[in-house]
Structure formats: C-alpha cells, structure tokens
C-alpha cells in the first residue's frame, strides 16, 4: 500500500505453489511489512510476491537514480523470477 499511484501491469503464477507475482511501480512512499520505504516522489518498479491464499509474502522495490518501472514478470523453467522494465537516468 503506498501515499502515491499503484500500478500492477503483469502477474506471472508459480505452478508448482500457486504463488502469484506481479510487477508494476508506485511512487512517493510504499508500506511494506518491514515499514515504511519513502521514494521522494519518483516512480520505481515494484515486485512482490503473494501466496496461493492473496497473502502478501515479500515486495522488493527496484530503483535508481530517476524513474523505473516493471513491465512484465515470468517464471523460468528452473523457478527463477524474470522481471522487465524500463529506467531513465543511471
């Protein structure tokens, strides 16, 4: 949940847990289960992970020095998590 837009583009699910995980970006601040993460108000891609049930497991926020964001998520034969994006900046 953050202060700012949410917006999930693509979800990939694990076949062999039913794990869901989607790929998108927020902007300004993110809630986490860990706390707060604060974004100074620029887009940055977001990952996260939920079990077969909808609970929220992890989110990992991927970020720079400007604007990222996830584009689309999949899963590899061997389990591994694929995310695609755009940046701008370094």
């Not at 790929?23 to 860990?34: C, D, K, P, W």
């Not at 996830?70 to 999949?74: I, K, L, S, T």
């Given at each position: 949940m953050s202060n700012g837009p949410e917006r999930f583009r693509e979800v990939a699910i694990d076949p062999s847990d039913g794990s869901v995980y989607t790929?998108?970006?927020?902007?300004?601040?993110?809630?986490?289960?860990?706390g707060t993460i604060n974004l100074v108000n620029q887009n940055q891609a977001l990952l996260t992970k939920y079990s077969d049930t909808g609970t929220h497991l992890w989110t990992a926020v991927i970020g720079g020095s400007s604007e990222e964001t996830?584009?689309?998520?999949?899963l590899g034969p061997d389990g591994k998590v694929y995310i695609t994006g755009t940046f701008k900046g370094t």
């Open positions: 790929a998108g970006e927020v902007q300004n601040s993110f809630l986490t289960i860990l996830g584009e689309d998520v999949a």
